[in-house]
T-cell receptor
Framework: GQQVMQIPQYQHVQEGEDFTTYCNSS?????IQWYKQRPGGHPVFLIQ?????EVKKQKRLTFQFGEAKKNSSLHITATQTTDVGTYFC????????????FGPGTSLSVIP | GAVVSQHPSWVICKSGTSVKIECRSL??????MFWYRQFPKQSLMLMAT?????????EQGVEKDKFLINHASLTLSTLTVTSAHPEDSSFYIC??????????????FGPGTRLTVL
């Protein structure tokens, strides 16, 4: 099936350091969504990117969608302990065989 | 965002019994509800896509006769695990969404149901 890959699997950072997670798809995406799941919690929607080369910011979070619409990234500037959790990129496309695919996620730990 | 509830939050049952899990969208008209399984420290795996008033679409490898999904209204979907076995023990999460062209809008997730089959 169509795969969505994410790296790294785990990231441990000192509070205040930056963090980036990368998402790659084997096929061109119509859009990409990002979710955050806190330990013991459920996924919460962060953003959806639709346009080629799109860049969106939410405070310290910057999301990018690649020009070829096959990759995306999430960058967090100056991490805080509240950023702890697993970040998933999600492919969703009705017309494809694999309609909704969650990436494996990147688990972020922030050391105070 | 919308609030989605799941009931029960956890359930322990004997092997061979059936368990029903409810997913309610409290303040959102969910034309589509998704059902996922999540194993510890792993990602979410989509089991089925359920559209209100129609049959669910199951992902490859998911037995539709074992995991019965009903989506009778815009605010309620149920997942029934029939003749549960220990290998069905997992965390089941539902989400509510609406359609948008070729894809879906953001998903609002329920808190999940922890199923343990003895």
């Amino acid at each position: 099936g169509q795969q969505v890959m994410q790296i790294p699997q785990y990231q441990h950072v000192q509070e205040g350091e930056d963090f980036t997670t990368y998402c790659n798809s084997s096929t061109t995406l119509s859009n990409i969504q990002w979710y955050k799941q806190r330990p013991g919690g459920h996924p919460v929607f962060l953003i959806q990117l639709v346009k080629s080369g799109e860049v969106k910011k939410q405070k310290r979070l910057t999301f990018q969608f690649g020009e070829a619409k096959k990759n995306s990234s999430l960058h967090i500037t100056a991490t805080q302990t509240t950023d702890v959790g697993t970040y998933f990129c999600v492919k969703n496309q009705k017309t494809s065989y694999d309609k909704v695919i969650f990436g494996p996620g990147t688990s972020l730990s922030v050391i105070p | 965002g919308a609030v989605v509830s799941q009931h029960p939050s956890w359930v322990i049952c004997k092997s061979g019994t059936s368990v029903k899990i409810e997913c309610r969208s409290l303040d959102f008209q969910a034309t589509t509800m998704f059902w996922y399984r999540q194993f510890p420290k792993q990602s979410l795996m989509l089991m089925a896509t359920s559209n209100e008033g129609s049959k669910a679409t199951y992902e490859q490898g998911v037995e539709k006769d074992k995991f019965l999904i009903n989506h009778a209204s815009l605010t309620l979907s149920t997942l029934t695990v029939t003749s549960a076995h220990p290998e069905d023990s997992s965390f089941y999460i539902c989400s509510a969404s609406s359609s948008s062209g070729e894809s879906w809008n953001e998903q609002f997730f329920g808190p999940g149901t922890r199923l343990t089959v003895l």
